[in-house]
Protein backbone atom coordinates (compact mmCIF):
# COMPACT_ATOMS: atom_id res chain seq x y z
CA UNK A 1 0.00 0.00 0.00
CA UNK A 2 1.67 3.26 -0.61
CA UNK A 3 2.87 5.60 2.07
CA UNK A 4 1.85 9.39 1.96
CA UNK A 5 -1.51 9.11 1.21
CA UNK A 6 -4.45 9.92 3.52
CA UNK A 7 -6.69 7.76 6.53
CA UNK A 8 -9.31 8.00 4.48
CA UNK A 9 -7.45 6.91 0.55
CA UNK A 10 -5.51 4.36 2.52
CA UNK A 11 -8.75 2.57 3.50
CA UNK A 12 -10.17 2.75 -0.32
CA UNK A 13 -7.05 1.29 -1.44
CA UNK A 14 -7.10 -1.62 1.43
CA UNK A 15 -10.47 -2.35 0.07
CA UNK A 16 -9.57 -2.52 -3.49
CA UNK A 17 -6.53 -4.30 -2.54
CA UNK A 18 -9.06 -6.65 -0.62
CA UNK A 19 -11.74 -7.48 -2.75
CA UNK A 20 -9.65 -7.55 -6.16
CA UNK A 21 -9.30 -10.96 -5.98
CA UNK A 22 -12.95 -12.19 -4.99
CA UNK A 23 -14.40 -9.43 -7.55
CA UNK A 24 -12.42 -11.72 -10.25
CA UNK A 25 -13.26 -15.00 -8.92
CA UNK A 26 -17.16 -14.50 -8.15
CA UNK A 27 -17.88 -11.90 -10.60
CA UNK A 28 -20.00 -8.43 -9.87
CA UNK A 29 -23.08 -9.75 -9.43
CA UNK A 30 -21.88 -12.83 -7.12
CA UNK A 31 -19.90 -10.75 -4.84
CA UNK A 32 -21.92 -9.92 -2.19
CA UNK A 33 -22.21 -7.26 0.83
CA UNK A 34 -21.16 -9.90 2.60
CA UNK A 35 -18.34 -11.08 0.73
CA UNK A 36 -17.03 -7.10 0.90
CA UNK A 37 -17.09 -7.40 4.49
CA UNK A 38 -16.15 -10.40 5.49
CA UNK A 39 -12.66 -9.93 3.77
CA UNK A 40 -11.96 -6.35 4.87
CA UNK A 41 -13.09 -6.99 8.07
CA UNK A 42 -14.69 -3.53 7.84
CA UNK A 43 -18.75 -2.45 8.30
CA UNK A 44 -21.10 -2.12 5.16
CA UNK A 45 -21.03 1.58 6.48
CA UNK A 46 -17.18 1.84 6.29
CA UNK A 47 -17.70 0.59 2.54
CA UNK A 48 -19.74 2.68 1.65
CA UNK A 49 -18.08 6.09 3.38
CA UNK A 50 -15.35 5.31 0.90
CA UNK A 51 -17.33 3.73 -2.41
CA UNK A 52 -20.88 5.11 -3.36
CA UNK A 53 -21.64 1.76 -4.16
CA UNK A 54 -21.01 -1.66 -4.55
CA UNK A 55 -20.17 -0.85 -8.64
CA UNK A 56 -17.70 1.22 -8.06
CA UNK A 57 -15.78 -1.03 -5.63
CA UNK A 58 -15.89 -3.24 -8.24
CA UNK A 59 -14.76 -1.05 -11.14
CA UNK A 60 -11.68 0.01 -8.97
CA UNK A 61 -11.14 -3.82 -8.38
CA UNK A 62 -11.16 -4.52 -11.94
CA UNK A 63 -8.75 -1.46 -12.48
CA UNK A 64 -6.60 -2.94 -9.50
CA UNK A 65 -6.80 -6.38 -11.52
CA UNK A 66 -5.96 -5.10 -14.75
CA UNK A 67 -2.66 -2.45 -13.70
CA UNK A 68 -1.43 -5.70 -11.65
CA UNK A 69 -1.67 -7.56 -15.60
CA UNK A 70 -0.09 -4.68 -17.09
CA UNK A 71 3.10 -4.71 -14.58
CA UNK A 72 3.52 -8.28 -14.90
CA UNK A 73 3.79 -8.00 -19.35
CA UNK A 74 5.87 -4.43 -19.08
CA UNK A 75 8.36 -6.19 -16.37
CA UNK A 76 8.93 -9.52 -18.77
CA UNK A 77 8.60 -6.55 -21.68
CA UNK A 78 11.49 -4.73 -20.67
CA UNK A 79 13.66 -7.20 -20.48
CA UNK A 80 12.73 -8.84 -24.34
CA UNK A 81 15.25 -7.38 -26.83
CA UNK A 82 13.48 -8.64 -29.89
CA UNK A 83 9.52 -7.31 -30.69
CA UNK A 84 9.45 -11.00 -31.51
CA UNK A 85 10.66 -11.84 -27.71
CA UNK A 86 7.89 -9.23 -26.50
CA UNK A 87 4.78 -10.09 -28.39
CA UNK A 88 5.51 -13.92 -26.96
CA UNK A 89 6.02 -11.86 -23.42
CA UNK A 90 1.54 -12.41 -24.15
CA UNK A 91 1.98 -16.04 -24.35
CA UNK A 92 4.18 -16.96 -22.07
CA UNK A 93 2.20 -14.27 -19.41
CA UNK A 94 -1.01 -15.96 -20.04
CA UNK A 95 0.12 -19.71 -20.22
CA UNK A 96 0.74 -19.04 -16.31
CA UNK A 97 -3.03 -17.32 -15.58
CA UNK A 98 -3.38 -20.00 -12.58
CA UNK A 99 -0.22 -19.00 -11.05
CA UNK A 100 0.79 -15.88 -8.92
CA UNK A 101 1.48 -13.29 -9.75
CA UNK A 102 -1.08 -13.29 -11.92
CA UNK A 103 -4.98 -11.91 -10.10
CA UNK A 104 -6.77 -14.83 -8.72
CA UNK A 105 -9.78 -16.21 -10.78
CA UNK A 106 -8.06 -15.56 -14.22
CA UNK A 107 -7.84 -12.83 -16.68
CA UNK A 108 -9.79 -9.55 -15.36
CA UNK A 109 -10.68 -9.01 -18.82
CA UNK A 110 -12.13 -12.06 -19.80
CA UNK A 111 -13.98 -12.46 -16.64
CA UNK A 112 -15.62 -8.33 -16.86
CA UNK A 113 -16.74 -8.86 -20.35
CA UNK A 114 -18.60 -11.78 -20.47
CA UNK A 115 -20.07 -11.03 -17.17
CA UNK A 116 -21.02 -7.21 -17.95
CA UNK A 117 -22.05 -8.05 -21.67
CA UNK A 118 -25.75 -7.47 -20.62
CA UNK A 119 -25.51 -6.53 -16.83
CA UNK A 120 -23.44 -3.46 -16.12
CA UNK A 121 -22.70 -1.09 -18.62
CA UNK A 122 -19.66 0.21 -16.86
CA UNK A 123 -18.09 -2.76 -16.09
CA UNK A 124 -18.67 -3.55 -20.02
CA UNK A 125 -16.85 0.05 -20.71
CA UNK A 126 -14.06 -0.77 -18.58
CA UNK A 127 -13.88 -4.34 -20.72
CA UNK A 128 -13.68 -2.77 -23.89
CA UNK A 129 -11.23 0.19 -23.18
CA UNK A 130 -9.36 -2.57 -22.06
CA UNK A 131 -9.16 -4.70 -25.26
CA UNK A 132 -8.95 -1.53 -27.59
CA UNK A 133 -5.75 -1.02 -25.24
CA UNK A 134 -4.30 -4.29 -25.34
CA UNK A 135 -4.76 -4.63 -29.05
CA UNK A 136 -3.28 -0.84 -29.76
CA UNK A 137 -0.10 -1.93 -28.00
CA UNK A 138 0.05 -5.57 -30.06
CA UNK A 139 -0.47 -3.16 -33.26
CA UNK A 140 2.82 -0.80 -31.92
CA UNK A 141 5.03 -3.76 -31.46
CA UNK A 142 4.10 -5.32 -34.53
CA UNK A 143 4.91 -1.90 -36.39
CA UNK A 144 8.05 -1.23 -34.05
CA UNK A 145 9.18 -4.76 -35.81
CA UNK A 146 7.92 -3.91 -39.01
CA UNK A 147 10.59 -0.30 -39.10
CA UNK A 148 13.05 -2.32 -38.05
CA UNK A 149 12.90 -4.87 -40.59
CA UNK A 150 12.74 -7.54 -38.10
CA UNK A 151 9.19 -8.61 -39.50
CA UNK A 152 7.34 -8.76 -43.05
CA UNK A 153 6.23 -5.08 -44.37
CA UNK A 154 3.07 -6.91 -45.99
CA UNK A 155 1.75 -8.06 -42.08
CA UNK A 156 -1.49 -6.96 -41.08
CA UNK A 157 -1.06 -5.60 -37.58
CA UNK A 158 -4.66 -5.11 -37.04
CA UNK A 159 -5.49 -8.60 -38.17
CA UNK A 160 -2.49 -10.48 -35.72
CA UNK A 161 -3.60 -8.21 -32.76
CA UNK A 162 -7.56 -9.23 -32.86
CA UNK A 163 -6.28 -12.79 -33.99
CA UNK A 164 -3.70 -13.42 -30.57
CA UNK A 165 -6.03 -11.49 -28.55
CA UNK A 166 -8.97 -13.96 -29.29
CA UNK A 167 -6.89 -16.89 -28.91
CA UNK A 168 -5.67 -15.99 -25.81
CA UNK A 169 -8.81 -14.91 -24.21
CA UNK A 170 -10.54 -18.14 -25.95
CA UNK A 171 -8.10 -20.77 -24.48
CA UNK A 172 -8.55 -19.24 -21.27
CA UNK A 173 -11.97 -19.89 -21.33
CA UNK A 174 -11.95 -23.15 -22.96
CA UNK A 175 -9.07 -24.01 -20.03
CA UNK A 176 -11.27 -23.12 -17.29
CA UNK A 177 -14.78 -24.45 -18.88
CA UNK A 178 -13.06 -27.74 -18.85
CA UNK A 179 -11.24 -27.73 -15.83
CA UNK A 180 -7.93 -28.88 -18.67
CA UNK A 181 -5.43 -26.01 -18.64
CA UNK A 182 -3.73 -28.08 -21.59
CA UNK A 183 -5.93 -26.81 -23.82
CA UNK A 184 -5.03 -23.41 -23.20
CA UNK A 185 -1.23 -24.60 -23.99
CA UNK A 186 -2.41 -25.61 -27.57
CA UNK A 187 -4.16 -22.73 -27.93
CA UNK A 188 -1.16 -20.97 -27.01
CA UNK A 189 1.01 -22.70 -29.28
CA UNK A 190 -1.15 -21.81 -32.60
CA UNK A 191 -0.57 -17.90 -30.50
CA UNK A 192 3.46 -18.56 -30.98
CA UNK A 193 2.88 -19.94 -34.41
CA UNK A 194 1.35 -16.65 -35.52
CA UNK A 195 3.94 -14.74 -34.02
CA UNK A 196 6.78 -16.56 -36.07
CA UNK A 197 4.67 -16.06 -39.01
CA UNK A 198 5.27 -12.48 -38.98
CA UNK A 199 9.34 -12.79 -39.11
CA UNK A 200 10.62 -11.46 -42.55
CA UNK A 201 12.39 -14.00 -44.63
Known amino acids: MSKGLSKSERTRQFIIETTADIFNTKGYVGTSMSDLTTATGLTKGSIYGNFENKEEVAIAAFDYNLEKLRKIIL ?106 PANLDEVLKTVSKLIEGLKAH
Open 75 to 180: QRMTSASTYHDKLMVYAQVYHSFKRSPFPEGGCPILNTAVEADDTNNQLKDRAAKAVIRWQKSIINLIQGGINSGEFSSNVDANNVALSMIALIEGGIMIARVTSQ
